[in-house]
């Protein structure tokens, strides 16, 4: 089930900071105390592979979403001690040394349950026994949230498929312009481009201005 303009869960999760300082972090008041967007980003495991390239990605844009007002956070269902480590890990080694955004660190699954991303996959043979085939970590997925706490996109890759960090920067730059000008953002939208209001009328007048 999309969570898609609901409230993000108002909870608190253990974290790390990059200084090896443990944290409660509560997504919810993040965005609403202090009146700014929150990129959450769930990867599946410390210390594997696609994983340390995202972290480091996110951590190369992150002069970008601070000048968005948008926070970022990753996290998995490792535990603090695990981070700790992957923080002091070089990047040449495979660690992700450097990152400076906190990590969550769910390692009870309270938090990644409510939002129905762990891999939990169940199998029956023929007499009806249940057997658990899943991995008990979590998809890759990702959650927008605005300054209300509401979830404005989720997206969930599957666990071999690395993202595209540039796609968020454009959708956090679409949200804020509907924020701002009431407008709706066509496809491909950037900022600067042209937007259009959302009737009728203004959709035809765009396509015609838009012919390939």
Known sequence: ??????????????AMSEMGDDLKINIFEEATK?????????YPKDFTFVCPTELHAFQEALGE?????????????DTNEVHFAWLNTPK????????TYPILADTHRQLANLLGIVDQDFD????????????NVTYRATYLVD????????????????RNVKEFLRLIDAYTHVQKHGEVCPANWEEGKDAMKANRTSTAEYLASHKN
């Open 1 to 14: 089930m999309s969570l898609v303009g609901k409230k993000f869960p108002n909870i608190s999760i253990d």
């Open 34 to 42: 202090n009146e700014q967007k929150v990129l959450l980003f769930w």
């Open 65 to 77: 979403f601070e000048k968005r007002n948008t926070k970022v956070i990753g996290a998995s269902c």
């Open 92 to 99: 040449d080694n495979g660690g992700i040394e450097g990152v």
């Open 124 to 135: 029956y043979d023929e007499e009806g026994n249940e057997s658990f085939t899943g991995s």
């Open 147 to 162: 300054e209300t706490g509401k979830i404005f996109h989720e997206a969930v890759n599957d666990m071999p498929l690395g």
